[in-house]
Nanobody
Framework: QVQLVESGGGLVQPGGSLRLSCGAS????????MGWYRQAPGKQRDLVGT???????NYEDSVKGRFTISRDNAKNTVYLQMNNLKPEDTAVYYC????????????WGQGTQVTVSS
């Protein structure tokens, strides 16, 4: 079972930036598509974006041009760079790992809180 640990959340003013990290307990390089999701209070958990084992990325429309997902397979770490943050980005952000072959192998981190407020 893969353990995922997010870090980097916090309080930031509108227009500011944060970088979230997600460290995995085992190699993710050629096995897992990685994703970031977020859940605001009273709302469902929604996809922010994903990055494939080949490095291709996909983003939800509201974050395109502001958020960037990257991965460092040597460090078993995925990043979410968030720029020009808005109050509506406030949520708990979760890291997700999905095995590219075995769909039942899907793992979640514990989440990290991001609050955008002046």
């Amino acid at each position: 079972q893969v353990q995922l640990v997010e870090s980097g959340g916090g309080l930031v003013q509108p227009g500011g930036s944060l970088r979230l990290s997600c460290g995995a307990s085992e190699s993710i390089g050629n096995r897992y598509t990685m994703g970031w999701y977020r859940q605001a209070p009273g709302k469902q958990r929604d996809l922010v974006g994903t990055i494939t084992i080949g490095g291709s990325t996909n983003y939800e429309d509201s974050v395109k041009g502001r958020f960037t997902i990257s991965r460092d397979n040597a460090k078993n770490t995925v990043y979410l760079q968030m720029n020009n943050l808005k109050p509506e980005d406030t949520a708990v952000y979760y890291c997700n790992a999905k095995h590219v072959l075995f769909r039942n192998r899907e793992y979640w981190g514990q989440g990290t809180q991001v609050t955008v407020s002046s």
